[in-house]
């Protein structure tokens, strides 16, 4: 007759393959998270990689048009909510740095401004888009700090137009400019 298995050994089977399958697993998250930059969308790559962790940027959540004041407004309101965590979005607006913070907003007629702050990972802030400059920004909400929400970028997914000043003066002056035939 067979010994029984006593107590010790089933332990250390048990063990021995819940160790294996920790193995497998932990291969296969490897594999899986390999590659770095993939494919490709209109503004370059769909995934890039960013301090161990990637941005995907092929799935937009939200997108805000320049000129958007209530949709910037509504997304504003739930970014910092924490309602828009991991969400990509795409906008179009315009840099404001009053003090030491990157924000990209979208102004109202009557000058009200409403925004939310951005980060540009892998230059330093003298190569931001000044402020003023109309830009246009994809990235991933993140948390900078508990219950602080931003939008997180690389350079390739910032496309600056240049400065807004005088824009709309000169929008007002070609309504008035008359087209000889």
């Given at each position: ?8 050994m089933?332990?250390?089977?048990v ?12 291969i296969v ?12 969308d ?14 995907d940027?092929?799935?937009i959540?939200?997108t805000?048009?320049?000129g ?7 997304l504003?309101k ?15 607006g ?7 913070k ?5 102004e ?16 330093d802030?003298?190569e ?9 920004i ?37 309504e ?6």
């Amino acid at each position: 007759m067979a010994e029984k298995p006593n107590r010790s050994m089933v332990i250390g089977i048990v063990v021995g393959v819940v160790a294996i399958v920790a193995i497998i697993i932990g291969i296969v998250i490897a594999k899986g998270n390999e590659g770095g930059v993939e494919g490709g969308d209109e503004y370059g790559e769909e995934q890039v990689e960013s301090g161990g962790m990637q941005m995907d940027f092929s799935n937009i959540d939200v997108t805000v048009e320049y000129g958007d004041y209530d949709g910037m407004y509504l997304l504003s309101k739930d970014i910092q909510n924490g309602e828009m965590l991991g969400k990509v979005v795409r906008i179009e607006g315009i840099v404001s740095h009053p003090m030491s913070k990157y924000s990209i907003v979208q102004e109202d007629g009557d000058g009200n401004k409403i925004g939310t702050e951005f980060e540009i990972e892998g230059i330093d802030e003298g190569e931001y888009p000044e402020d003023a400059d109309r830009v246009l920004i994809t990235g991933e909400i993140v948390e900078k700090a508990p219950l602080y929400y931003i939008i997180r970028t690389k350079p390739a997914y910032v496309e600056n137009f240049g400065t807004t000043d005088g824009m709309d003066e000169l929008d007002e002056l070609e309504e008035y400019v008359e087209v000889e035939e």
